[in-house]
Nanobody
């Protein structure tokens, strides 16, 4: 499975960005999709996930600022990021988990938030 991520870039603190992820297979095949991030020197952490039933989970640090959504018609998963902070700076990775609990990862897209 290939996951094509887009939407990263440089933004000032307080600004917004939207990440988009398009899998190479039909989105209904994945029981869960999500976004993870890894900052320099840190471990990769879960940012937000959404199940095929629409159940979402967020890391505490982004609750109220980020929203994950799943567009089955357009076969994409998006992460709307608002009120961005410098500590949100990281490489963001799209993740997809199939019904066999196998994970696929995108190559990552860099988000840089300047203070």
């Amino acid at each position: 499975v290939q996951l094509q991520a887009s939407g990263g870039g440089l933004v000032q603190a307080g600004g917004s960005l939207r990440l988009s992820c398009s899998p190479s297979e039909r989105i209904f095949r994945f029981i869960r999709m999500g976004w993870y991030r890894q900052a320099p020197g840190n471990q990769r952490e879960m940012v937000a996930t959404i199940s095929n039933g629409g159940i979402t989970h967020y890391v505490d640090s982004v609750k109220g600022r980020f929203t994950i959504s799943r567009d089955n018609a357009n076969e994409t998963v998006q992460l709307q990021m608002s009120s961005l902070k410098p500590e949100d700076t990281a490489v963001y990775y799209c993740n997809a988990r199939n019904d066999k609990l196998m994970d696929s990862w995108g190559k990552g897209t860099l988000v840089t938030v300047s203070s």
